[in-house]
């Protein structure tokens, strides 16, 4: 999204719509289905040398949860959207383009999860606990710091 920067001044100047999210390349993600036009509410001024756009950027993303492997449709929203671009007289426009795909990316999170409760998958069967149950017996798994559970240390005072 280039913004032509002779538009503004020191007053500031809304900038708000719908931004194609094809323009951020986003397409080998495998974690994110789909990502919906992403809303950008922003406001944009001449401050000295700097040109500042500060807002906030919505969007719709459908994602893959962590724990049971299903895609979830959610909204993130990154309310602090601020950059400052210095200016030169040579300069006509800014492309907020990068620092907008920066400020989505950022805004994912590392370990999406389609609820807070979400019970999981089997590790045996695969059964979504999230729908229904298995007759599954739990493996017993050793852990490395077991055999530390029967040590008796002594103190000498």
């Given at each position: 999204?280039e913004?032509?920067i002779?538009?503004y001044?020191?007053?500031?100047?809304k900038?708000?719509?719908?931004?194609d999210p094809q323009?951020?390349?986003?397409?080998?993600?495998?974690?994110?289905k789909a990502?919906?036009?992403?809303?950008y509410d922003?406001?944009?001024?001449?401050?000295?040398?700097?040109?500042?756009?500060?807002?906030?950027?919505?969007?719709?993303?459908?994602m893959?949860?962590?724990?049971c492997?299903?895609?979830f449709?959610?909204t993130?929203?990154d309310?602090?959207f601020?950059?400052?671009?210095?200016?030169?007289?040579?300069?006509d426009?800014v492309?907020?383009t990068?620092d907008?795909?920066?400020?989505v990316?950022?805004?994912?999170?590392?370990f999406?999860?389609c609820s807070?409760?979400c019970?999981?998958l089997?590790?045996?069967?695969?059964?979504?606990?999230n729908?229904?149950?298995?007759?599954c017996?739990?493996?017993?798994v050793?852990g490395?710091?077991?055999?530390?559970?029967g040590l008796?240390i002594?103190?000498?005072d």
């Amino acid at each position: 999204m280039e913004v032509l920067i002779t538009d503004y001044t020191s007053e500031p100047k809304k900038l708000q719509g719908e931004l194609d999210p094809q323009v951020f390349d986003m397409e080998d993600f495998t974690q994110i289905k789909a990502i919906l036009p992403i809303r950008y509410d922003l406001r944009a001024q001449l401050l000295g040398l700097d040109f500042v756009v500060k807002g906030s950027l919505t969007f719709d993303v459908s994602m893959d949860c962590v724990r049971c492997g299903e895609f979830f449709s959610t909204t993130l929203h990154d309310s602090a959207f601020l950059r400052a671009f210095e200016v030169s007289d040579t300069m006509d426009y800014v492309d907020l383009t990068p620092d907008m795909r920066d400020s989505v990316l950022l805004s994912l999170p590392s370990f999406p999860l389609c609820s807070p409760g979400c019970k999981g998958l089997c590790s045996v069967c695969g059964t979504n606990f999230n729908t229904g149950s298995c007759s599954c017996e739990a493996p017993t798994v050793e852990g490395v710091w077991d055999s530390l559970d029967g040590l008796d240390i002594k103190q000498d005072d």
